[in-house]
């Protein structure tokens, strides 16, 4: 994926009009529900996502999401692929969960140390 695709891509991800990352739009492209995003971004209490940009922890937890799909973009051409391998690849460094999981455990430093070392290795 080029940056100008990958930028197009966060640019779907975008609230219109705000420096905010749509949470809805995230679901949507997942395919994941609330509820599951919610979990990621406060595994100890109930998140509900009343309004357009959620919480504090909500966003940060989609700058992480997104993060870790910018390193990944170089691996993959069209954003249906990276986003397959984002839900599905499993990763033999991690007893074999997917990015998605390592993402849902809060582990993305170690996701983004992995795709830094390894590059076009990983998926």
Known sequence: MTEAEFEIFMDSLRI????????KRVIGVLGIRAKDL??????????IIRNTHGTVKLQKALRNLVRILSA????????????YWFMNYP?????Y????????????EELLSLLSANGRDVG
């Open 72 to 83: 990944a973009s170089a691996n993959h051409t069209i954003a249906e692929q990276l986003l």
């Open 16 to 23: 219109p009009g705000s420096p905010h990352i749509s949470p």
């Open 38 to 47: 919610a979990a990621i971004s406060n595994p100890r209490g109930n998140v």
């Open 91 to 95: 990763l033999p460094q991690f007893y």
């Open 97 to 108: 969960r997917t990015p998605y999981e390592m993402y849902a455990e809060g582990r993305t």
